[in-house]
């Protein structure tokens, strides 16, 4: 004994009242029926029972599938719904899956300004190292000048490579070298160590400008290592001297420094400047 044909719209059930379901009255098809549905297996024994009368014509025929059809109907928009009801998130999840496109465009966001931070910090550094750093003794200077050279070493590859991918794309060096010989073995191996040497190079003036900001007002003696010779033709500083400060040891531009005589050298002087944990900022140098 087959079970009935799955139902698919109204059409199909209005055939079965007609074929299989009246024929096995008695032989299970209530069963069948029941399967269908409480909603379906109504209608269906409803027009079974018209069939039985012989009340089903082509009018109650059409009533009938016409109900059959709503029925489907919405049985599929209700399954439609749980459906999608399964699929949506829930609103914890929605909110998190917000807050962590939020945070990742904040990142984004972030990220994009790191490189001119750090252009920046480094060209800042630079400016603070031929202004205050002239006049300043730091004290870590002489720990940190080789951890400088490994720095600059370190950094050759990677500014090779930043400075290389968008050369390839852009061209830019392209419209101002034209030769490939300025551009490739002039322009970019030039590129390359001053922007290393930048970077390694500006912790000297952000030391200098920590150590004068933080320092404090104080009359120390220093002893005078070597002087250069006054160079007045010089753009910039006319004379340097090596000066030491507990142990530290620095080339001070005497320009705008000095007393009423210059010192000599091997001598110690009295220098009125400021002094901080970083070192001693010179602002004038007395003989005694």
């Given amino acids: 004994m087959n ?10 059930c209005a055939q079965l009242l007609t ?10 098809a209530d069963g069948a029926i029941d399967r269908l549905g409480p909603e379906v297996a109504a209608v269906l024994r409803e027009g079974m029972a018209l069939e039985r009368k012989g009340n089903l014509d082509a009018e109650a025929t059409a009533r ?11 049985q599929m928009r209700a399954a439609q719904v749980a459906l999608e009801a399964l699929e949506a998130p829930s609103p914890v999840e929605r909110k998190a899956a917000v807050d962590g496109v939020d945070r990742m465009h904040r990142v984004r966001s972030v990220a994009r300004w ?20 002239q006049g300043f003794i730091w004290f870590g200077g002489a720990t940190y000048e080789p951890l400088a050279l490994k720095l600059f070493l370190a950094l050759l590859p990677v500014f090779a490579v930043l400075i290389y991918r968008p050369e390839r794309s852009t061209h830019s060096l392209r419209g101002r070298y034209l030769t490939l010989l300025a551009r490739w073995l002039v322009m970019y191996p030039f ?4 922007s290393a040497g930048l970077v390694a190079f500006a912790p000297w003036g952000w030391a200098a400008a ?25 753009r910039g500083c006319d004379q340097y ?3 030491e400060f507990k142990g530290a040891m620095a080339s001070i531009c005497l320009e705008g420094r000095l007393g009423k005589q210059a010192p000599v050298s091997g001598e110690t002087v009295v220098v009125y400047g400021r002094v901080s944990r970083l ?10």
């Fill in 191 to 194: 590129a390359v160590l001053a």
């Fill in 3 to 12: 079970s009935p044909p799955h139902i698919r719209d109204g059409g199909e």
């Fill in 64 to 74: 009938i599938e016409a109900r059959l059809e709503a029925i489907l109907q919405a």
């Fill in 279 to 288: 070192g001693l900022y010179v602002e004038s140098i007395h003989r005694q």
């Fill in 19 to 28: 074929s299989e379901l009246p024929r096995q009255v008695g032989t299970g």
């Fill in 210 to 234: 920590l150590g004068w900001a933080w320092g404090a007002s104080s009359r120390v003696e220093v002893r005078v290592v070597s002087v250069d010779a006054p160079s007045p033709r010089s």
């Fill in 241 to 243: 001297a090596q000066l």
């Fill in 114 to 133: 790191i490189p001119f931070g750090v252009f920046v910090a480094v060209l800042a550094g630079l400016v603070l190292e031929m202004t205050i750093g």
